[in-house]
């Protein structure tokens, strides 16, 4: 297992090793001292399952209000995806800035994303899963995001055709965000 610092503090990719030998294969997914290296103690609560049946479906920018904010770790164990996550911690010199990370069924990796981050994927692949791990409970009362092409941010997104949800295609700006909030934590 090897971890990567990302370009924004908070963000890691964490690459498993595989131990492939024709008929199988064995991974080991989680390692707590290694973790520990890096800082990354983090208890798991909630694990979720997203399956998208077509590609270009684009879920974000989402997060948690405080004091529900919470750090995940996300891996692609079918199809790809393309992972956005955009800074909105008050005290970090990198807010407002945004970074993404390609995810597939065949890098063998996690993308772990601290508190304060929006996040949001847009599927590459038909029938893509994804597996989250989240340090904190759902609550749908602090449920809160970032309209996925907002002016400032100007993120990325490889297409420009996404497939939305009505609740993702209503989302309030980065400007809003700021005005109304501030920032997170």
């Known amino acids: 297992m090897k971890i990567v610092k990302g370009k924004l503090d908070g963000i890691y990719e964490i690459y498993f090793d595989s131990d492939k030998n024709g008929r ?10 290694l973790f520990a290296e890096y800082n990354i103690r ?30 995940k770790l996300i891996r692609c ?11 909105l911690r008050n005290d970090s010199p990198t807010k407002g800035k945004w970074d ?10 996690y993308l772990y994303i601290e508190k304060g981050f ?12 994804i597996l989250y791990k989240h340090d904190n409970f759902y609550h749908k009362d602090y449920d809160c995001g970032i ?11 490889v297409t420009d055709n996404p497939v939305l949800s009505e609740k993702d295609s209503k989302l309030m700006t ?3 965000f700021i005005n109304k909030f501030g920032g997170l934590l």
């Open 24 to 33: 199988e294969y064995f991974i080991k997914t989680y390692d707590e001292k």
């Open 77 to 87: 164990i079918k199809g790809k995806v393309y992972d956005v996550f955009v800074d």
């Open 174 to 176: 980065y400007k809003e």
């Open 118 to 129: 929006a996040h949001g994927y847009l599927t590459l692949e038909d029938n893509t899963e």
């Open 147 to 157: 309209i996925w092409n907002d002016e400032i941010l100007k993120i990325n997104w």
């Open 42 to 71: 983090t208890a798991w609560v909630q694990e979720n399952h997203s399956f998208n049946i077509k590609k270009n479906i684009l879920r974000g920018l989402h997060f948690l209000l405080p004091p529900y904010t919470d750090t």
């Open 100 to 109: 993404c990370a390609y995810l597939s069924k065949d890098d063998n990796k």
